[in-house]
């Protein structure tokens, strides 16, 4: 029981005397210090966050204008469903999904979106603009209690190891996409547009962004007790600790690129404008 000089922090007490209110913290009236304008990056990164989902969602039930010879887009490969068959050029990809008459990329972005949401640095992105886990550093967070990724449903966050394999074949598949800007709406080689410069682009940012994660740092020289003993391992461990280094700027900008170049083919797609050849 409290007494006149102790706060209740029972679990009928005031809410306020948990967490950064508690009796063992400094008692500092106001909720933080901070004066700078500390909401803007967590505000900036939801409502960037917010726009992809909503352009992604879009695009992934729309189920058509994925395809401009040669160029596919992302949220579609592989093309597995039965309304791939009728893709311009569709002999390339094997068919089969053809049990599934919805829209190809509902079978496809389960891999690269998973591996996305359970992500290292995008946990930290959504879990401060959506959740306000914390807002911001030295600002608390408005919730009473925290059990971090240790129960139902954010323990599963643990998987994202799986998805980094899954994630390496998504990656592939857009490697041979991007070779494929080479060829001609005939087929054959010797092709260059201006699509082709952007499916270049994408699958670059797209495959920094994959070895950059954690991950994949892990496999590449985790567990291992002494590096000397290892040069290979280490070789690679410090060639993904580079990039692991900028691992947050890589998510955003392969983010984009993703977008971008499906944006690219539904414009092409669509008839919006023709891509421009170089050769």
């Given at each position: 029981?409290?007494?006149?000089?102790?706060?209740?922090?029972?679990?009928?007490?005031?809410?306020?005397?948990?967490?950064?209110?508690?009796?063992?913290?400094?008692?500092?009236?106001?909720?933080?210090?901070?004066?700078?304008?500390?909401?803007?990056?967590?505000?900036a990164?939801?409502?960037?966050?917010?726009?992809?989902?909503?352009?992604?969602?879009?695009?992934?039930?729309?189920?058509?204008?994925?395809?401009?010879?040669?160029?596919?887009?992302?949220?579609?490969?592989?093309?597995l469903a039965?309304?791939?068959?009728?893709?311009?050029g569709?002999a390339?990809?094997?068919?089969?999904?053809?049990?599934?008459?919805?829209?190809?990329?509902?079978?496809?972005?389960?891999?690269?979106?998973?591996f996305?949401?359970?992500?290292?640095y995008?946990?930290?992105?959504?879990?401060?603009?959506?959740?306000?886990?914390?807002?911001?550093?030295?600002?608390?967070?408005?919730?009473?209690?925290?059990?971090?990724?240790?129960?139902f449903?954010?323990?599963?966050?643990?998987?994202?190891?799986?998805?980094?394999?899954?994630?390496?074949?998504?990656?592939?598949?857009?490697?041979?996409?991007?070779?494929?800007?080479?060829r001609?709406?005939?087929?054959?080689?010797?092709?260059?547009?201006?699509?082709?410069?952007?499916?270049?682009?994408?699958?670059?940012l797209?495959?920094?962004?994959?070895?950059?994660?954690?991950?994949?740092?892990?496999?590449?020289?985790?567990?291992?007790?002494?590096?000397?003993?290892?040069?290979?391992?280490?070789?690679?461990?410090?060639?993904?600790?580079?990039?692991?280094?900028?691992?947050?700027?890589?998510?955003?900008?392969?983010l984009?690129?993703?977008?971008?170049?499906?944006?690219?083919?539904?414009?092409?797609?669509?008839?919006?404008?023709?891509?421009?050849?170089?050769?």
């Amino acid at each position: 029981m409290a007494t006149g000089t102790e706060p209740d922090t029972s679990a009928a007490g005031d809410r306020s005397a948990r967490g950064v209110h508690h009796a063992t913290r400094a008692a500092i009236p106001a909720r933080h210090l901070r004066r700078d304008r500390w909401w803007l990056q967590p505000a900036a990164t939801a409502a960037g966050l917010l726009a992809f989902i909503v352009y992604s969602t879009w695009r992934a039930f729309a189920g058509s204008d994925y395809y401009a010879a040669p160029y596919v887009s992302p949220f579609y490969s592989p093309c597995l469903a039965e309304n791939c068959a009728d893709m311009p050029g569709g002999a390339d990809w094997e068919i089969v999904g053809s049990w599934w008459a919805l829209s190809p990329a509902l079978l496809v972005l389960i891999f690269p979106l998973g591996f996305r949401l359970t992500c290292y640095y995008y946990r930290k992105a959504y879990y401060r603009g959506f959740w306000a886990s914390p807002p911001a550093c030295a600002v608390p967070e408005p919730h009473a209690k925290y059990s971090g990724e240790s129960r139902f449903p954010l323990v599963l966050q643990n998987i994202h190891r799986y998805f980094f394999y899954f994630a390496v074949l998504v990656a592939g598949v857009l490697t041979y996409d991007a070779a494929l800007g080479f060829r001609d709406e005939n087929g054959a080689w010797g092709h260059m547009g201006l699509g082709t410069l952007v499916m270049l682009a994408n699958i670059a940012l797209i495959w920094a962004y994959t070895l950059s994660c954690h991950s994949c740092r892990h496999i590449v020289g985790g567990r291992l007790r002494t590096f000397s003993k290892h040069p290979v391992r280490y070789r690679m461990w410090t060639w993904v600790s580079v990039l692991n280094a900028r691992h947050m700027q890589l998510a955003w900008a392969s983010l984009v690129s993703v977008a971008v170049a499906d944006l690219y083919v539904y414009l092409v797609a669509s008839g919006a404008f023709d891509d421009p050849r170089f050769f």
